[in-house]
Antibody
């Protein structure tokens, strides 16, 4: 059975940092495209970052230079390091595998507020 | 960057109605399009990938069509469980882009 379990969401002040984790079971993330998608309260879905099997990464313009996607193959875990957080980064963050797989986590809430 | 525009934003229909949602891309995306269903408080659920392939386990009343810049998601006979928000998504080697969503509700 495939499972993706996110954690690390929290209340953080503007300018602060947070690291999200996504523990994956049922397939090997090093061989797969993995992504982070977020959804602000009451809003639609937004692609945040992707990492390909070869290690290449891409970011949405709104997070470029502030967020870093990475993975630990030994732990089969995906990460999102978020620095210089802003109020507009407040959202539920989902990890997901390739769009054709249909595998998503349940999400973790990040709230940026003073 | 490729933009996806869904229409309508909200759709009211009755049980048994045929429902169609459109997703238009700002430039050709071949068939690299997926459709998701999302219910409140839940993660999106994949319905359709590569524009017209039905995800395993998804009821056959859902279907997708189109290529290039215009795509449609059709629910052939709306059921109570289909009340949700639907999103299209373009995916390629660079990024993922979502449409703004279509909320389907009962009339």
């Amino acid at each position: 059975e495939v499972k993706l379990v996110e954690s690390g969401g929290d209340l953080v002040q503007p300018g602060g940092s947070l690291r999200l984790s996504c523990v994956v079971s049922g397939f090997t993330i090093s061989n797969n495209y993995m992504s982070w998608v977020r959804q602000a309260p009451g809003k639609g879905l937004q692609g945040v970052s992707v990492i390909y099997s070869g290690g290449t990464t891409n970011y949405a313009d709104s997070v470029k230079g502030r967020f870093t996607i990475s993975r630990d193959n030994s732990k089969n875990t995906l990460y999102l390091q978020m620095n210089s957080l802003r109020a507009e980064d407040t959202a539920v963050y989902y990890c997901a595998s390739h769009p054709t797989s249909g595998h998503w986590g349940q999400g973790t809430l990040v709230t940026v507020s003073s | 960057d490729i933009q996806l525009t869904q229409s309508p934003s909200t759709l009211s229909a009755s049980v048994g109605d045929r429902v169609t949602i459109t997703c238009r891309a700002s430039q050709s995306i071949s068939s690299w399009l997926a459709w998701y269903q999302q219910k409140p408080g839940k993660a999106p659920k994949l319905l359709i990938y590569t524009a017209s392939s039905l995800q395993s386990g998804v009821p056959s009343r859902f279907s997708g069509s189109g290529s290039g810049t215009e795509f449609t998601l059709t629910i052939s006979s709306l059921q109570p469980d289909d009340v949700a928000t639907y999103y299209c998504q373009h995916y390629n080697i660079y990024s993922e882009t979502f449409g703004q969503g279509t909320k389907v509700e009962f009339k």
